[in-house]
């Protein structure tokens, strides 16, 4: 299967100042795409849950018993060690986890490792260890609920850089995954350029229309904007954005 093209780091960051409801609505008016929200994931401290950035993937399988001992961090053949010191800086680990929540997907020191390495953030459909430990390490890492036992009771890494399912989402590699205090969302590289521009665009007038109805208007013609309201925006912009 071919790669999609990576988004640019200019739409990484301009992505990274869309709101996830906004990206969200633009998936869906723009491309039809209506199942791109992670679904049921919180962040461990919600002072770091910001990111943008390229999802980097790594499948789990339910545990066979005689494959175990891969799963271990010194055994020559497990893949999260060697997974953890590939990832390219700014990337955002997409771990799924088959939407388990008794088990801890990572701990404080492959977290810390990663914040070292870079990684802007991480999303899995399952559980963490050591979230209190996480909170302080400041890396921005969405969970579906705190589980102490560690991810080889009941599942095994069997691949990286591969589509997985994240929260009942198809995430590609390379795929940008965005998130803020209101959850996490994965747009599809190849239209994350788009969504982008659009995005950021809506937001604008969003907040714009938002001070309009604070002072008092009717949503009548102003939400959602009509040509009027588009054109005395466009106003607003050129005359420096005055307080309204």
Known sequence: MRKPRRPSKRTIQQLGRVTTPTIT??????HGIN????????PCSTSACRFAGP???????????????????????????PAVESMPPGCVAVLDANQ?????MLGGNLVTRMKARGIAGVVTDGGMRDIPEIAEIGLPVFVTAI???????????????RP???????VYPGDVIVADEEGVVCVPAHLAASVAEIGLAMDHIEGYIQQRLARGEPLEGLYP???????????????????I
């Open 55 to 81: 999802a980097y993937t790594i499948r789990y399988l339910p545990l066979r018993e005689d494959l175990k001992p891969a799963q271990y961090l010194d055994h020559r053949d497990n893949l999260i060690t």
């Open 35 to 42: 199942n791109a929200a992670i679904r049921n994931v919180w």
């Open 25 to 30: 609505t633009v998936l869906t008016k723009e």
């Open 225 to 243: 904007p009509s040509e009027r309201v588009r054109r005395e925006f466009a106003q607003w912009v050129a005359s420096g954005e005055p307080p």
């Open 100 to 104: 388990r929540n008794d088990v801890g």
């Open 147 to 161: 589980a102490a036992p560690p991810s080889f009771t009941k599942l095994m890494a069997v691949d990286a850089e």
């Open 164 to 170: 997985v399912s994240c929260g009942g989402v198809p």
